[in-house]
T-cell receptor, first 114, second 115 residues
Framework: QKEVEQDPGPLSVPEGAIVSLNCTYS??????FMWYRQYSRKGPELLMY????GNKEDGRFTAQVDKSSKYISLFIRDSQPSDSATYLC??????????????FGQGTTLQVKP | KAGVTQTPRYLIKTRGQQVTLSCSPI?????VSWYQQTPGQGLQFLFE???????NKGNFPGRFSGRQFSNSRSEMNVSTLELGDSALYLC??????????????FGPGTRLTVL
């Protein structure tokens, strides 16, 4: 069983829809949670960074962490065709000694249709 | 401020050869991490360097190695290439204030094809 599970999709939505992307994890030591966006033939780009449980909002993006359920989400409001990309969740634990080791989900491919 | 740069962007090698990939972190960043991305396994952590020292290592064979220079630039080397080493190799840099790796910023990657 992988430490981080993420549905690879693909997920196809109409422009303007609210998109919900999710990851579950098994390692209770994870404390830092990130969402990256990766366009085709590009490196991942950091979208959101959260520590511990709760919500964090940045423009059209909201990241949610529920540590009791070991579940994280990314919501995209008013989705645009330019949001079409692969979204990767990533996590790290304090036990890794803050030494850069991120564990990634498989990534969800999102397509927003005009 | 310039982002993370990786060279070369594309590389074709044959089995048994070795390859060296280069990464220049964002100016002022002291930590460099390397990842391998494949369709089957996704993004997997290779290793992380800080102040020229490897601090953490993923589950990859010893054929994968790296180093970091005093200017924080990093290289990774793969010896005796196998077909399965074909992947996108990504480098990420972090400011690492106080030595603690925080937000990581990725480069565009080097696409390695092994024939």
């Amino acid at each position: 069983q992988k430490e981080v599970e993420q549905d690879p999709g693909p997920l196809s939505v109409p422009e303007g829809a609210i998109v919900s992307l999710n990851c579950t994890y098994s390692n209770s030591a994870f404390q830092y949670f990130m969402w990256y966006r990766q366009y085709s033939r590009k490196g991942p780009e950091l979208l959101m960074y959260t520590y511990s449980s709760g919500n964090k909002e940045d423009g059209r993006f909201t990241a949610q962490v529920d540590k009791s359920s070991k579940y994280i989400s990314l919501f995209i409001r008013d989705s645009q065709p330019s949001d079409s990309a692969t979204y990767l969740c990533a996590m790290s634990s304090i036990r890794s000694g803050n030494t850069g080791k991120l564990i990634f989900g498989q990534g969800t491919t999102l397509q927003v249709k005009p | 401020k310039a982002g993370v740069t990786q060279t070369p962007r594309y590389l074709i090698k044959t089995r048994g050869q070795q390859v060296t990939l280069s990464c220049s972190p964002i100016s002022g960043h002291r930590s460099v991490s390397w990842y391998q991305q494949t369709p089957g396994q996704g993004l997997q952590f290779l290793f992380e360097y800080f102040s020229e020292t490897q601090r953490n290592k993923g589950n990859f064979p010893g054929r994968f190695s790296g180093r970091q220079f005093s200017n924080s630039r990093s290289e990774m080397n793969v010896s005796t290439l196998e077909l399965g080493d074909s992947a996108l190799y990504l480098c990420a840099s972090s400011l690492a204030v106080g030595g603690s790796t925080d937000t990581q910023y990725f480069g565009p990657g080097t696409r390695l094809t092994v024939l």
